[in-house]
């Protein structure tokens, strides 16, 4: 867990007063355009608003910043959408998007993705609009605690009060802006990790909630002035950093590491989980190390053990020492072979992270460095990062990501459509640049079973491993990638109870682009993910009312209600060129049920 640090900050010290050409100005407008100008300097690009009164200041400012061209604004009505929506910008990008949310339970619905972007070391920066702390226990609508709400989930928070910015609010933005930035990227000498993560900002506002402020210009000119004197913390803090694939196993400004370990390649099996860093896949490649890259991992083209599972489960011909890099979530049988006492656990890690360690027994590294085996002695550091899509394909390793993907062929008769065929025509259709996400259903399991050695690029948020805000998590990811690599197609492949779970991530106000995003539901009328548990089979009637939970839902009239177009697909011939239009959608395929 990253290690929180929170205070409530106390008044900046005594800056001049604006120039007298300068309009008279609302403190709190001031404040919220010089901290949203703050961050945007750093390196945020992204900034999602859902509405609200008492944070209208700040949303007003992003949307100022977006009519100048600063940002790239989305807005959100759900903030449980908004705070996802974040996170796949963040999985995807490597830098953090700033979400804007108003007081009270608004604030709440953000707990999710936070809890999420912990787990996995997700940047992403909270600005939570809060009534003055005064009105605190006194029964005043619609506020709360909010000062530390999400503090087990969050790498920093600070509660700032009116008195902070008022007298000079321009340097009271710069001051919280260099502690976000520097913080949310574990560059802070506050933290000692290099694990980024969420960061909670909660600023009180009093009325008026809005008003006039300095220009965007005068504002820069001040934030350039304080810190050329050295009066904040972001003179202190690099801009925001980009996290990619070969990121070093810490922060630039953390002194502490794992030291890193040798292991015999003719005795190791590597296992690569969610968000694993493929440099560690890659070495074990070439040091001859056989690699299990869960589908989910990032790491999947470098994956060289098919079967996996029976494979660990019958003794991995007798391998002894398990390197892990990442999170494993697929299979129980990598948790079994973890738990072996004859087995010797190193999991690659950054300080900050949490680790995959059955029974707490895992010796924690920074990096491994392979001896023997037929590719000589290769040395991996680890990140824990999101590539950007399309960045980790090996160069070296035969893509099935092509420019024109080749006619499928069919894994059964051609009147019936199967898990294995949505895989197969899912990945079949992905040209260069596109990308998969893949919730938490029955069918990352069946990927990951079906799919092989594969750099098209694959994203889930399985850190907690739950079907929570995914439509609108896929929909931050196609955002990004199509910025990076203009006419890209994300497909989402999901069941339709998670489907169900987060239909309002489909929903887009007015203004609002969509997404170059293909949504495949599979439809088997409820949670079918959980036949496999025992209790499916020794208390059937028990079991479907309470778990399994079948339903029936109308995904035709979902989509004609948020607007989406809609395809039915039956058959493969009818998917497979649905998927070739490219056209985004939502495609529904029927399964069998039992």
Not at 324 to 350: C, H
Not at 552 to 570: K, M, R, S
Request: proline share 8%; hydrophobic share 40%.
């Amino acid at each position: 867990m990253p290690i929180q640090h929170r205070s409530e900050l106390s008044p900046s010290p005594a800056e001049p007063a604006p120039s007298p050409t300068e309009p008279a100005s609302c403190a709190s407008s001031e404040f919220a355009v010089a901290l949203l100008v703050a961050l945007v300097e750093g390196g945020v690009r992204h900034v999602v608003v859902s509405p609200g009164s008492r944070s209208q200041a700040l949303a007003l400012a992003a949307a100022e910043l977006e009519q100048a061209g600063n940002i790239e604004l989305h807005v959100r009505i759900d903030e449980r959408d908004a705070g996802f929506f974040a996170l796949g910008i963040g999985m995807a990008s490597g830098n953090p998007a700033a979400v804007i949310t108003t007081s009270g339970s608004a604030v709440a619905h953000l707990l999710p993705s936070v809890m999420e972007a912990s787990r996995t070391g997700i940047p992403m920066v909270l600005l939570t609009a809060d009534r003055p702390a005064a009105l605190r226990d006194t029964g005043a609508n619609q506020t709360t605690h909010q000062g530390g709400i999400f503090d087990p989930f969050t790498v920093d928070s600070s509660d700032t009060s009116p008195d902070v910015y008022e007298a000079n609010p321009v340097a009271a933005a710069a001051t919280l802006a260099g502690r976000i930035l520097g913080i949310g990227t574990g560059t802070s000498e506050l933290v000692a990790t290099g694990a980024p993560g969420p960061v909670h900002a909660n600023i009180q506002f009093v009325e008026p909630l809005s008003g006039p402020h300095s220009s965007i210009d005068h504002i820069q000119h001040e934030l350039q002035a304080y810190a050329a004197d050295g009066v904040t913390a972001s003179s202190a803090h690099p801009p925001i950093r980009q996290v990619d694939s070969a990121s070093t196993a810490t922060a630039p400004n953390s002194s502490i590491s794992f030291p890193i370990r040798q292991v015999d390649s003719a005795s190791t099996v590597v296992i690569a989980g969610f968000r694993s860093n493929p440099v560690v896949a890659e070495a074990a490649t070439y040091a001859g190390v056989p690699v299990v890259a869960e589908v989910t991992s990032g790491s999947r083209a470098w994956h060289s053990v098919p079967n996996y599972r029976d494979w660990l489960a019958a003794g991995a011909d007798g391998r002894n020492t398990l390197v892990v890099s990442g999170l494993p979530n697929l299979s129980r049988e990598v948790w079994a072979f973890a738990s072996r006492p004859d087995v010797q656990l190193i999991t690659v890690t950054q300080p900050g992270s949490e680790a995959f360690s059955p029974g707490h027994r895992a010796e924690l590294t920074s990096g491994v460095t392979f001896h023997g085996g037929d590719g000589g002695s290769q040395v991996s550091t680890s990140s824990g990062s999101a590539a950007t899509p399309g960045s980790d394909a090996p160069t070296d390793v035969a893509s099935t990501s092509t420019a024109t993907p080749s006619s499928p062929s069919f894994s059964g008769p051609e009147g019936s459509i199967g898990r294995d065929d949505v895989v197969d025509l899912v990945w079949g259709s992905s040209a260069g640049g596109d990308a998969i996400y893949i919730a938490a259903s029955n069918m990352v399991r069946v990927a990951d079973k079906r799919v092989g050695a594969s750099p098209v690029p694959v994203y889930s948020h399985r850190g907690l491993a739950g079907i929570d805000g995914t439509i609108a998590a896929a929909i931050g990811v196609a955002r990004v990638a199509e910025s990076v690599q203009p006419g890209c197609l994300i497909r989402l492949i999901i069941g339709d109870l998670a489907f169900a779970h987060d239909v309002g991530g489909l929903l887009l106000p007015t203004g609002e682009e969509f997404p170059n995003l293909q949504i495949v539901v599979v439809n088997d009328h409820g949670g079918s993910i959980f036949d496999g548990l025992e209790v499916a089979a020794s208390e059937p009637t028990l079991y479907e009312r309470v778990v399994r939970t079948p339903f029936d839902l109308n995904v035709a009239n979902v989509a004609a209600a948020y607007g989406w177009e809609y395809t039915l697909a039956q058959r493969p011939s009818e998917l497979w060129a649905r998927l070739a239009d490219r056209r985004p959608a939502i495609i529904e395929i029927p399964m069998a049920t039992v």
